[in-house]
């Protein structure tokens, strides 16, 4: 039998993410690489084996910027009625779901599981987020690539300082992250900083998320701060900075270019202005939102200023559906007048570019990985093509390129 390592991929439409749609197009690959992109008139000539995608249009693969796979096993809490904004109800919920359901062994099938969703849907790479150090091998050896990061917590007093002792002896080639401002301490925040710039890596943590959390930041009071002293944290010792969490973490230095703030729900117009000044990324995870009932980030002013934008899935404890296409139908249905271009572009090009996968992922020209889609599409025009891909959520159809 003949073996090929060079193909020609030809479909109705090629998105390449670095400019206009390519109707008629092809995608000529070879040892795993795009070696060219173009009409096909222009490659049909080209020495490879042939195939044709009639009804599809050739993508890029996504990148999911935010997920926790340790929590894949809690799935059964969004399976329940949305939390209306409770979040502090909702952690409550959580703590006590990972108490009961603690067997290791189920906890490493359900991530597996849920990486394995996450490729069938098209996601080559994803930053995961957990608590379990061992948890940063769950991505050996798949095709999906696992970017994770060991989530700290530790606000004041004694909690903080364990958190800061257990910083000092992870490797140093394991990434680590933030929890969040009313939960990981400024000592902290800025020790997590100062070792992801060492690393010429990523600050990632959950920033604005709920109404609660800013409550707590701006006055020291409200349900975090109950729910804190529940948990044997010394509440007392924090002071609170006055002000919401990301005039909060510019007042700490630690943003900047590589520094991600996941959900961005709860922001002020300065604090917008101030994410697009230090060139922060901000990642949105619109079907986690809209499950816990903390609203609607705004967008389209984050746009407006050129913030970058990427999205996550967030975990199946908070989300009924990982799956980036369905996160750009919410987002198009919450935000209806963003261009699709743009919806795309965050569960693409955006997140590998963040991630450092530019030069691989996100875009379809010649030098990156030959993994991409064959997306089937009823498109009849180049207007139609960004439609569907970020509309059609659960419906839409796909295969590998590989």
């Not at 530019?358 to 010649?366: A, H, I, K, Q, S």
Request: with cysteine; net charge negative.
């Amino acid at each position: 039998m003949q073996e090929f390592s060079r193909y020609l991929y030809r479909a109705p439409f090629v998105v390449s993410g670095t400019g206009p749609v390519i109707v008629d197009g092809a995608v000529l690959t070879e040892d795993g690489l795009v070696v060219a992109v173009g009409p096909y008139v222009d490659l049909k000539d080209a020495d490879a084996k042939q195939e044709d995608y009639e009804g599809h249009v050739l993508t890029p693969s996504l990148v999911n910027c935010h997920a926790h796979l340790e929590l894949s096993h809690l799935a059964m809490l969004s399976e329940n009625s949305p939390v209306s904004g409770d979040m502090t109800g909702w952690i409550r919920s959580l703590l006590a779901a990972r108490a009961e359901n603690s067997d290791q062994e189920i906890v490493h099938d359900a991530a597996l599981m849920a990486l394995a969703r996450l490729y069938g849907a098209g996601c080559r790479a994803v930053a995961d987020i957990g608590n379990m150090l061992d948890s940063r091998l769950l991505g050996d050896g798949f095709k999906t690539e696992v970017f994770f990061f060991l989530e700290l917590l530790g606000l004041c007093g004694e909690s903080e300082e364990s958190a800061l002792a257990l910083l000092s002896g992870i490797d140093a080639d394991v990434r680590c992250a933030a929890h969040a401002p009313y939960s990981s301490g400024p000592r902290l925040i800025r020790a997590l900083k100062e070792r992801a710039q060492a690393g010429k890596g990523l600050l990632t943590m959950h920033v604005a998320e709920s109404t609660q959390e800013i409550e707590f930041l701006r006055t020291g009071g409200g349900p975090f701060r109950n729910f804190l002293a529940e948990r044997g944290v010394e509440v007392d010792l924090f002071t609170s900075p006055g002000m919401g969490s990301v005039k909060y973490l510019d007042s700490l230095g630690v943003l900047d270019s590589q520094t991600l703030c996941v959900h961005g729900v709860h922001v002020e117009d300065e604090e917008i202005s101030l994410l697009a000044a230090r060139g922060a990324t901000v990642c949105l995870c619109p079907g986690s939102n809209r499950f816990m009932g903390v609203g609607l980030a705004p967008v389209e002013k984050m746009l407006a200023q050129n913030i970058p934008l990427v999205l996550g899935t967030d975990s199946l404890a908070s989300n009924p559906r990982l799956s980036l296409w369905q996160e750009m139908q919410v987002l198009r249905e919450d935000h209806p007048g963003i261009a699709p271009e743009a919806v795309f572009a965050m569960a693409s090009f955006n997140g590998a570019r963040l991630l450092g996968l530019g030069e691989r992922l996100g875009t379809v020209v010649p030098g990156v990985s030959s993994s991409l889609l064959a997306v089937r599409c009823p498109a009849k025009n180049e207007a139609d093509v960004f439609e569907h891909l970020t509309s059609a959520g659960a419906d839409i159809q796909l295969e590998w390129l590989e």
